[in-house]
Every structure is written in structure tokens, then in C-alpha cells.
């Protein structure tokens, strides 16, 4: 059996691959895994039946047979130890791969979620325009640390990996802000990784599920 994931029926981010149900289907198509999607709405994810599996109300979620998971990375570090593509096999470089997934979601994505924050929820505020430049420079503060650490490398540890997955799909978000392209070795990495075919496909399948509710809306 397949396993099901959760995904947005008419997705906030307008089909432009930032929604984290994208992570999730990155990594079953790097892995070669057939998947099934459930779309929900807005007030279908609030529900009782959605909170068994999400206890806050969010997507994505993972069922697989009596198994259900919740939060991306870990959805995708189920994936990656699970089958073969995503994790090293020598047991050090699967460690340090591990690492960084938690480096991408509690260090890099923790600014630039407040920056999403401030700009699309919190614009109307008095105090946004003060806020705005201290949260982005302390996202710069990070992205200069990763830069010096990345250096001319195609991926942070040898091969691609889970964490150059969570890490990518991180610096992604920053794309419409302009702040990416101020690291140029940064924003090369996310291009390599969003040119991957198995990205692709994930990108695409989520566009898809946005034009199709687009037109019939």
C-alpha cells in the first residue's frame, strides 16, 4: 500500500513550491516511492478527523498502514531511513546528514520563518517597518555562516543528501525576498538542488493540484 500524504487543496504559496507538503514529496520521489495525496481545505484542517493526525492543525501529514506522522523533516527523515537515495550508508555520514536536516529547520528556516511572518501577517503593524531589517539581518548572519562553511562545495557533505534537501528547500523560501541572491554560492546550491528531476517532479505535481482548483474555482 502507498503511502498517503496531506496536502493543500488551494495552496498559499500560489503553486510556487513552498509549501511543505513539497518537501515531503521531494523526498518519496528521490526515493523512487509511490504516494498517494489527499487534498484538504483550509477548514477541513481544523477539523477533528485531521487533528487525530496533526494535532495543530497543519499539513503535511504521513500514513502509512498504522503508521502516522506529522512534521516535514520528520516525515522526511522517515523516508530517507526508510529506503535508499537520501541517507549515506557509512554510519558517520549519515549522522553528519541527520545533523544538518535538524541545522536547516531549527537554525537556517527559524528567520526566515519570522520574516514570512512579518511580512505577510504582521505588514499592518507599527512596529514592522523597525522589525523588518533586524529580522533580515539576522537571516544574513546565518546565510553568512553557511556561505563560509560551503565554500565552492556542490553539497554540504559529499553527496546530496536529506540534508541538502531540508537545507534547499529552506533557502527556496528566501527566493522572492532577494536576500538569496546576495550569497551567490548559497543560491547556486538551491538551484542545483531545485533542478534535480526528482524536485521537479515534486514541483510540479504540486502546481498542478493549484491549477487545476485555479481554473475550477
Given at each position: 500500500?502507498?503511502?498517503?500524504?496531506?496536502?493543500?487543496?488551494?495552496?498559499?504559496?500560489?503553486?510556487k513550491g513552498l509549501s511543505r507538503d513539497v518537501r515531503v514529496r521531494w523526498a518519496l520521489e528521490e526515493t523512487g516511492q509511490p504516494y498517494e495525496v489527499r487534498l484538504l481545505s483550509f477548514s477541513a484542517m481544523k477539523e477533528p478527523a485531521h487533528r487525530k493526525l496533526q494535532p495543530f492543525g497543519q499539513l503535511p501529514t504521513y500514513e502509512e498502514g498504522d503508521?502516522?506522522?506529522?512534521?516535514?523533516?520528520?516525515i522526511v527523515l522517515h523516508i530517507a531511513e526508510s529506503h535508499a537515495g537520501l541517507l549515506p550508508e557509512d554510519a558517520n555520514?549519515?549522522?553528519?546528514?541527520?545533523?544538518?536536516?535538524?541545522?536547516?529547520?531549527?537554525?537556517?528556516?527559524?528567520p526566515v520563518l519570522e520574516l514570512i511572518t512579518a511580512r505577510f501577517l504582521e505588514s499592518d503593524k507599527p512596529w514592522s517597518k523597525e522589525r523588518l531589517p533586524l529580522i533580515q539581518d539576522r537571516i544574513r548572519h546565518r546565510l553568512h555562516?553557511?556561505?563560509?562553511?560551503?565554500g565552492d562545495a556542490e553539497w554540504l557533505d559529499g553527496a546530496f543528501s536529506?540534508?541538502?534537501?531540508?537545507?534547499?528547500s529552506v533557502l527556496l523560501r528566501l527566493r522572492l525576498s532577494g536576500i538569496l541572491d546576495e550569497f551567490a554560492n548559497?543560491?547556486?546550491?538551491?538551484?542545483?538542488?531545485?533542478?534535480?528531476?526528482a524536485y521537479q517532479?515534486?514541483?510540479?505535481?504540486?502546481?498542478?493540484?493549484f491549477t487545476s482548483h485555479s481554473s475550477t474555482g
Open positions: 500500500m502507498s503511502p498517503i500524504i496531506t496536502a493543500f487543496e488551494q495552496s498559499p504559496d500560489r503553486g503508521l502516522t506522522l506529522f512534521e516535514s523533516g520528520a555520514a549519515r549522522a553528519r546528514a541527520i545533523t544538518w536536516m535538524f541545522a536547516a529547520l531549527n537554525t537556517v528556516e527559524a555562516q553557511l556561505s563560509a562553511y560551503m536529506a540534508g541538502d534537501l531540508l537545507m534547499a548559497l543560491a547556486a546550491y538551491a538551484a542545483r538542488a531545485e533542478a534535480r528531476p517532479r515534486a514541483f510540479a505535481a504540486q502546481l498542478a493540484v
